[in-house]
């Protein structure tokens, strides 16, 4: 819910970030991907399709912007023998990159392609490491707007010498207790620089590439939240992912939220926390899991990046993805911090649970205090808000004038709080 009151304005300013031209990167970027609706089954016309619904749908008039190319847009056996150039796969991108970029950039509309700081992505296509400078002038040459940077294929000479456990990646990096990665003979010792670390640095080189070129281009770290990236991230990229990849399925929702919950002081304008793309309107998400997922990555200021097939979208879907009072927050222009956890509610508050994440979170926008209360039961159940715990109310006050967030109806003046039913796995939110 949003609580209307008044705030004083405090400037915050980011330390070290990636400051781009023209404010890219200042706010959380709004946009579509391949990925999670076609994976490798991507080409000219699937893109343009998208980018034509982004239009069509009303997504690029609530702020929806980047149309962006996956995985496997390359040209699989190699570069180009004589220029050294990556290359578009021409019986998928008959346009080339740039023709398909010019298409979209008609439409308003921005373009973001994607590559791997490794020997190849993840699909097995080559990929950056090696070539920096000269993929960096190459997709800026097409009109690229947006970069995604992912990290499969590492070369032995750039693994870094610790480990920095990532929670959700512990079959990989070991067992972890309560959120701490249990001790380990690989664990940085105390007060280690994870900036000067190898994978800070194959990031820095593509950063340094992209800054190079005389066009503005969002970076966008897909590192998997290794090499604790909070501590660096803001001075290479716009945004970094803090996990593995996203699932369309509840508890991987629910176990990237409560991952995120603790890693939320680094978020502010010009860096943000990527909780990786939406999930809304694929695999088996309820309506009510969808909207929480939605509110949760909005209210956290993850990068909103839709990654479902925009033509057979249900309608209740698009509303969610479209919701007035969430995005506004997002890309609010005066407060960049997020909102946060004040109370856990099922569990104790600081407990690092990935099934039961913090459900009573709030954060401060202009057009008030956004609230919001998450049901992670199985079962439908009671929750209350109580104006006295909500940090940034007036202490002094025990009513506030209140509007819902998903119905847009005023509440009008309620004293004390709300209490309320909320279904499994959905989110009450109010302004």
């Known amino acids: 819910m949003y609580i209307s009151i008044a705030f004083a304005l405090f ?3 980011a330390i070290n970030a990636l400051v781009l031209k023209h404010g890219v990167g200042k706010l959380p970027a709004l946009g579509w991907n391949s990925w999670n609706a ?3 089954n991507i080409n000219e016309t699937n893109i343009l399709t998208a980018a034509n619904q982004l239009v069509s749908l009303g997504l690029k008039d609530v702020g929806y912007e980047y149309v962006n ?3 496997c847009w390359a040209v699989k056996t190699g570069r180009d023998n004589l220029t050294g150039q990556i290359l578009p796969e021409p019986t998928k991108f008959p346009s080339g990159i740039s023709g398909v970029a010019d298409q979209i950039h008609t439409l308003g509309l921005k373009v973001g392609i994607y590559g791997s700081a490794g020997t190849e992505t993840c699909g097995g296509y080559p990929a950056q490491i090696g070539h920096e400078y000269l993929d960096a002038a190459t997709f800026a040459s097409w009109g690229i707007d947006y970069f995604k940077y992912d990290n499969c294929y590492v070369p032995a000479n ?10 959700d990646q512990w079959q990989k990096y070991g067992p972890y207790i309560n959120g701490t990665c249990a001790p380990s003979t ?4 105390p007060g280690y620089d994870w900036s000067q670390s190898n994978t800070s640095h194959r990031y820095e080189i593509m950063r340094d590439a992209l800054l190079a070129q005389n066009r503005t281009i969002l970076f966008s770290l897909c590192e998997w939240g290794q090499a604790d990236v909070e501590e660096w991230g803001n001075a290479t990229g716009n945004s970094w992912r803090i996990s593995g990849d996203i699932n369309p399925w509840w508890a991987r929702v629910a176990e990237i939220l409560n991952e995120n919950s603790f890693l939320l002081n680094s978020v502010n304008f010009w860096g943000h926390n990527d909780a990786d793309m939406l999930e809304i309107g694929n695999g088996n998400l309820t309506l009510a899991e969808s909207r929480s997922h939605f509110a949760f990555w909005a209210a956290m200021k993850s990068p909103l990046i ?3 097939e925009l033509e057979t979208l249900p309608a209740n ?7 007035k009072y969430l995005l506004e927050f997002s890309q609010d222009e005066v407060y960049g911090g997020p909102a946060t956890p004040y109370k856990w509610g099922t569990n104790p508050d600081w407990t690092f649970n990935a099934t039961n994440p913090a459900e009573y979170w709030s954060g401060v926008s202009t057009a008030g205090v956004l609230v919001l209360a998450l049901n992670t039961l199985d079962t439908n159940v009671t929750r209350e808000i109580r104006w006295s715990e909500v940090p940034h109310l007036d202490a002094g006050s025990d009513a506030f004038t209140v509007k819902d967030i998903w119905s847009g109806k005023n509440l009008g003046c309620v004293q004390e709080g709300i209490k309320t039913m909320v279904e499994s796995h959905d989110t009450v939110g109010k302004l």
């Open 186 to 189: 690989s664990d940085a010792p």
């Open 158 to 167: 750039w693994t870094d010498k610790y480990v920095a456990c990532v929670p």
């Open 38 to 40: 076609f994976g490798c």
């Open 11 to 13: 400037s915050v300013q």
């Open 306 to 308: 839709i990654g479902t």
């Open 69 to 71: 190319i996956d995985d």
């Open 317 to 323: 879907l698009l509303d969610i993805l479209k919701n």
